[in-house]
Every structure is written in C-alpha cells, then in structure tokens.
C-alpha cells in the first residue's frame, strides 16, 4: 500500500473516531465563511463558501426491476432482445443493434473482467477498503458488461479474463452499491 494512502487513512481514523464527520465538514465551511471571502479575476466574481444539505427522491423509471431484485432477492438481472437474443447487463429498454424492445431476464451472479483500475484513494464510503478495483464485468451469460467495485483480495491489481462473483451485501437498499465482485478462487 501506497505510504501516502497509509498516512492518510490513520489521519482520518483518528478525526472520525474524535468528532463526526459532519462536524469537522461544519468546522471547515464556518472557517472559510468567517475569514475572507475569494474575490476571483480582479474582483469580477465574489466567492462565498456554504454548505448544502438536500433530501430528494428519484425514479429509476424503466430500470426499477433491476435495482427492486437486487433489493429484495440479491439477484442480478439484464434484459435480453426480444428479436436478436442480445443480453444487455445493465440492462436496457431496447436493443442498440435491432431496435426492438427488451425483456427482463436472469444474469448469472459469475463474470468475467473485461477491463479494470485499481483506485488508491477514494470517498469515505470505500477509504477502508483502499486498494480495490473498479471494472466492467461481464456476467458469463450476458453480451455487455458493467461498471463494478471489484475486491483484490489482498492483489494490487486484477488482469482481464480473470474470472469473478458477485458479492451481495446482507442488508439491501436497492442501489448500486448493494453488490461488488470478488475474484473467483
């Protein structure tokens, strides 16, 4: 592991344990908007730091299945052209080669690695799991492949070809993060 990503987990183990995250967020803004404001090209544009705090909803419109089976069954599904047999993971509403509406179908949990990075330093959700991978995984009977949090299982990096298995978390909110991939052994 990188020395720079060591320090700078230990760093933020220590402020997390010490005060919330919020209000270490709340500490910085308050410094910002008591001190001096950014005046930007010769004081044509005035700058002031603030903090936006916003709940909202939104629809997954015609990709709801995908997202509600993950939620309740931890299952993965794609949609298969109804006239060509193509099977689209993510899913998708209609074929990109014929056209022609798509039905929702089964994806096997084991893929294959098409493409990946490994990713050193990230957002706090995933700062403990530093390093991972991020790839599109093509599930062994699908035709397209996803982008996906891939596990190294202690590797620094992941070849494509190698062969993975979805992972599912054990409480479920039906988004994309509820599952990742992990090299199959």
Do not use: H
């Not at 209000?23 to 002031?48: A, R, W």
């Not at 089976?69 to 060509?84: I, P, Q």
């Amino acid at each position: 592991m990188r020395e720079s990503t060591k320090k700078a987990k230990e760093v933020l183990g220590r402020e997390l344990k010490s005060r919330p995250l919020e209000s270490l967020i709340d500490d910085m803004i308050l410094k910002k908007i008591t001190g001096n404001p950014s005046v930007l090209e010769s004081e044509k544009y005035f700058e002031v730091p603030d903090k936006m705090v916003m709940f909202y909803k939104y629809s997954y419109g015609q990709q709801s299945r995908f997202f509600k089976e993950l939620k309740d069954n931890a299952a993965l599904y794609g949609a298969r052209c109804r006239k060509c047999g193509i099977v689209y993971f993510p899913p998708r509403a209609q074929c990109s080669e014929c056209y022609s509406d798509t039905e929702w179908t089964p994806v096997s949990n084991e893929g294959v690695v098409v493409s990946s990075t490994t990713v050193w330093y990230t957002t706090s959700e995933f700062f403990d799991r530093t390093p991972y991978a991020v790839g599109y995984v093509r599930p062994t009977d699908a035709n397209t492949a996803m982008l996906q949090r891939i596990d190294l299982k202690g590797r620094e990096f992941i070849e494509p070809g190698e062969k993975v298995i979805a992972v599912f978390k054990r409480e479920r909110f039906g988004t994309v993060s509820d599952f990742w991939y992990e090299i199959k052994e």
